[in-house]
């Protein structure tokens, strides 16, 4: 066997000392089963706290709502009510995320609408004061509808531009950054439609500014959107509409894997494997994306970049410092000098380090004998933990059972297979390596799994049980726990109540 | 030399030896191939021409668009072309990350597309990646663009097989040299050498340098990256090495402070590659009295990379300080020095003073434009400081108001100027938010 090749995930305190104490995680999945989701809700107030603190920096103000969409968690919503309410906020994208947000003790005025609307979800959003993320003008006119017929007092509104490549006028001459189509928000060249749709409602709706969300990694094309989001603005106040607020969406990401010379690794042994200078590292010789046309590599991997050097807050710091291309200034320059709020929505990077999923070990046996390697099958499947369908390799934490301490054995490669009756329930496609052969009974925790990981997927098919979820908190020197739904930020975990 | 056309001052670039004393190999002769010598600034000069011409010449009725996926050099020799052939060039890339190329290219008139980013949320269903899309874009039949198809098209090779590769064996008096280096970006140039030398010599070693995968080197790609390209194969090197922007940096430095010679980054990445693994085989020849050659190749020159450059290693481009600048106050001696003015005071001092101050807004045109106090001007922070650097730009006599965003900026240059002897210069507290958040009034053009 070659040197193995690990993606060691990024575990930082208070999970990292979670992970270390693995009676407690056998005695959870003792008394709950597996799978079994494990949150921190403490972690999440301390990224909200990362966040706030690179507004500092910069001089801005405005609220990070929390992308509920990426965990269903009450405790973290509650956790999240408890901080800030001038800077903390939450996202919602469905009138179930709404009621629960507002269940978790979030006001309305704390509240962003985004995403596909139906009648319910904009008329509860609009009653409870939240503000509303349009997505397109058919969608205000629908709003102020609601608004008129049911007497409601105005409601504050966003306007989701898209379609930043082809805004004409600003752009550099002769330069045109493409980016991927976007599903959502209005084209920057039909604002002109939108802007006379804001005029003409403006009895029901308050125009407080704009927003996006892309879906990508490169932060220059979010630089260049946040400023033509500045230079729209700005067309709005020549108009005497008065915007004060800019959303820039989430997408700040997470880094996933600890070291870098791991991923560079396992990465280039992919390109490798596909060109077949080396032998396969995944299930029947999948390439993530990646295909080998005579010789030469084509396509591109469909991993998420696991091992990041700027993610979250950091990514946020970097966008805001970037140099805009019009204008000359970095964004937060921008926006401070044009007196606008900043409005975030980080989903994962919000929710990083704030969770792990759990799966005992049903079952060990050779896969292929030659090459010493296994197929390991846990009491959880593919939609228990889906960080492989959102393209994140990154390898378990082994959490033997009894006193054998994990650095005995030989490291060896398994395949991870879940608890279906089905072919292609593989938890990972990849070769994963752990530091020694598992047995029956040990666990295996994956790390990080709070951002649309632990239960985006979860389904009762073969009516296998759904993971529970617990939330824990570190109290004097050891971990107490309570069911998700029991968690509230006033009184100590497993303390006395008053 | 006299010439019809700058096309036939493409090639014939000088082939010069790096004194010894600077890369203190004993038993080696290190020579660098001066490609940055090329009429257009660079390697790529040769292939573009060798694969641009059939085409150019093709569409004589000049209303063709060349296109390439290019982030620098092979752009700028295609966009040269184009335009002496009347035709237009549009240069497809997701690599252009050094601002003076891109410029630079604005300015030859090529049209720029840059790629998108990777997704953020992975779309499982979503197999196709940006230059895919490319590619099905250019091979759809009704499409009138002419590609030059750079990382695969084996006429780039064939540029260096028949003019780089003979050029250095000529002025090595008809020997070739025992070690070839070459950073791989399209592997061209590399390729194309290589198959000469070793057809002259098989024993010739070929050393491929490619950047670290996690780093970043204009013009040349990572171990991976190589991959993808359709003229790489293996086989063409004897060793594949990588180098880091920082072995890059420093090897230009090398090359333009004690050889004379204008090298960009590439071109300091081979000389410091070269070196490094020359090294070992210098010192196995101590003592035997034999000589060896080395050829290394400065595929192009410094004058576009300063920002890469500041961006990496500021303290080469540090500007010394002159005159009076806000950055050299500190934050405890602004607050100590300057003047501040909070909002209301500041209102009645410029409708009710005597005289009244001159109110002077730090931000940029286009947030002053939009919304401002009445009556100020605008100076932006980057203009002031410059002006500041002259001396005084205001009269003692004028009182004068300050005012940024949030207070911070004015008052460091409210520092310098008392410093400089203004005798009444305020910063307004809290700046433009605190005096809109106070209620007071803003007006636009
Ligand atoms: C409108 C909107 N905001 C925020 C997010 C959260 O993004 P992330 O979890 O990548 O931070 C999403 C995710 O798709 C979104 O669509």
């Not at chain 1, 996933?256 to 791991?262: H, I, K, Q, T």
């Not at chain 1, 593919?382 to 054998?404: I, N, T, Y």
């Not at chain 2, 607050?335 to 003073?353: C, H």
């Not at chain 2, 922070?381 to 006599?397: C, I, M, N, T």
Request: glycine share 10%; proline share 6%.
């Amino acid at each position: 066997m070659d040197v193995p090749l690990y993606l060691r995930p990024r575990v930082d305190p208070p999970l990292a000392s979670l992970l270390t104490d693995r009676p407690f995680l056998h005695s959870l999945v003792d008394a709950l089963g597996s799978p079994l989701n494990v949150l921190l809700p403490e972690a999440v107030a301390e990224n909200a706290a990362r966040f706030r603190a690179v507004y500092r920096r910069h001089h801005l103000t405005g609220r990070a709502y929390f992308a509920h969409k990426a965990n269903r968690s009450s405790a973290l919503l509650r956790r999240l009510a408890a901080e800030d309410p001038a800077t903390v906020g939450v996202d919602v994208a469905s009138t179930e995320e709404l009621r629960h947000a507002l269940g978790c003790g979030f006001t309305g005025d704390r509240i962003m609408a985004t995403g596909p609307k139906d009648a319910a979800f904009l008329w509860l959003a609009a009653r409870v004061g939240a503000t509303v993320n349009l997505d397109s003008p058919g969608e205000l006119e629908r709003l102020s509808g609601l608004v008129r017929a049911h007497g409601l007092g105005r409601v504050a509104v966003l306007v989701r531009l898209s379609g930043f490549e082809h805004a004409t006028g600003h752009g550099g001459a002769g330069t045109r950054l493409l980016s991927r189509r976007s599903r959502f928000g209005t084209p920057v060249r039909d604002s002109e439609a939108l802007l006379s749709a804001l005029e003409r409602n403006a009895d029901a709706v308050e125009f407080v500014g704009a927003a996006y969300h892309m879906d990508t990694t490169g932060v220059e094309e979010k630089a260049r959107a946040l400023e033509q989001c500045v230079l729209f603005m700005d067309e709005c106040r020549a108009r005497g509409l008065a915007p004060r607020a800019l959303d820039i969406g989430g997408g700040f990401g997470v880094g996933y894997v600890a070291e870098a010379e791991e991923w560079e690794r396992w990465t280039t042994a992919l390109t490798e494997a596909v060109l077949g200078v080396r032998p396969p590292l995944t299930w029947r010789g999948h390439g993530y994306g990646l295909r080998n046309e005579g010789g030469t590599v084509r396509g591109a991997a469909a991993l998420y970049p696991a091992y990041r050097p700027t993610a979250g807050p950091g990514y946020l710091d970097e966008l805001l410092s970037l140099p805009a291309p019009v204008l000359g200034r970095p964004p937060a320059t921008l926006l401070l000098e044009h007196l606008h709020d900043l409005y975030i929505e980080p989903g994962r990077s919000l929710v990083d380090q704030c969770g792990l999923s759990l799966a005992r070990v049903l079952d060990v046996r050779p896969a292929d004998m030659d090459a010493g390697q296994y197929l390991v099958r846990l009491a959880m499947n593919a939609g228990d933990m889906s960080l492989e369908e959102h393209g994140v390799l990154v390898d378990p934490v082994l959490l033997p059972r009894g006193e054998a301490a994990s650095g005995d054995g030989e490291p060896v490669g398994v395949y991870l297979t879940g608890n279906l009756c089905l072919e292609g329930d593989l938890l990972t496609r990849r070769l994963v390596f752990l530091p020694r052969l598992p047995r029956a009974g040990d666990l295996l925790a994956f790390a990080n799994t709070a951002g649309y990981a632990m239960d985006f997927h979860a389904h009762h098919a073969q009516r296998q049980p759904v993971a529970r979820t617990v939330a824990v908190e570190r109290r004097d020197d050891s971990w107490r726990w309570c069911p998700d739904e029991d968690y509230w930020p006033i009184t100590p975990l497993g303390g006395a109540i008053g | 030399m006299r010439y019809d056309s700058i096309t036939e001052a493409i090639g014939n670039t000088p082939l010069v030896r790096i004194d010894p004393a600077v890369h203190g190999l004993r038993n080696i002769d290190l020579y660098a191939k001066l490609e940055m010598l090329n009429p257009f600034g660079s390697v790529k000069d040769r292939p573009a021409w060798h694969m641009a011409r059939p085409h150019l010449e093709a569409a004589a009725d000049g209303d063709g668009t060349v296109v390439e996926l290019s982030s620098g050099n092979t752009a700028k020799a295609l966009a040269l072309l184009a335009g002496m052939h009347g035709a237009r060039f549009k240069s497809v890339t997701n690599r252009m990350r050094v601002p003076e190329i891109k410029e630079l290219l604005l300015l030859l008139g090529a049209e720029i597309e840059e790629l998108p980013g990777r997704s953020e949320c992975l779309d499982p269903t979503d197999t196709d990646d940006p230059l895919t899309h490319f590619h099905r874009a250019l091979s759809d039949p009704g499409s009138t663009y002419l590609h030059t198809d750079q990382y695969f098209n084996p006429r780039n090779v064939e540029a260096h097989a028949e003019g780089t590769g003979p050029e250095i064996v000529k002025d090595l008096d008809g020997r070739v040299p025992d070690w070839f280096v070459a950073c791989v970006g399209t592997a061209g140039s590399s390729t194309g050498v290589a198959r000469v030398l070793r057809e002259h010599d098989p024993r010739v070693r070929v050393l491929g340098l490619v950047a670290h995968k996690s780093d970043f080197i204009p013009g040349i790609r990572t171990i991976d990256e190589v991959h993808q390209v359709g003229l790489f194969d293996p086989a063409t090197y004897d060793t594949i090495e990588s180098v880091t922007s920082d072995e890059a940096i420093d090897g230009m430095i090398t090359l333009i402070r004690r050889c004379g010679m204008l090298s960009g980054p590439t071109g300091g990445a081979a000389y410091q590659g070269a070196v490094r693994q020359l090294r070992y085989a210098d010192a196995e020849l101590d003592g035997t009295g034999q000589r060896r050659t080395a050829v290394f190749i400065v595929c192009d020159r410094a004058e576009s990379y300063l920002s890469y450059v500041r961006q990496r290693r500021p303290q080469l481009l540090g500007r010394t300080g002159r005159g009076h600048s806000a950055s050299a106050v500190t934050n405890a001696e602004a607050r100590a020095e300057a003047r501040v003015i909070d909002v209301d005071d500041a209102r009645r001092w410029s409708a009710e003073g005597d005289p009244r101050p001159l109110v002077v807004d730090l931000r940029s045109p286009h947030a002053y434009a939009a919304l401002h106090i009445e009556g100020s001007v605008n100076i932006v922070d980057e203009v002031f400081e410059d002006l500041l650097r002259g001396g005084l730009p205001f009269s003692k006599r004028t009182p004068v108001l300050l005012a940024c965003p949030v207070g911070e900026k004015s008052l460091r240059y409210a520092a310098v100027l008392s410093r400089m002897g203004h005798p009444d210069v305020r910063s307004l507290a809290g700046g433009i938010v605190a005096w809109r958040d106070a209620g007071a009034p803003l007006v636009r053009e």
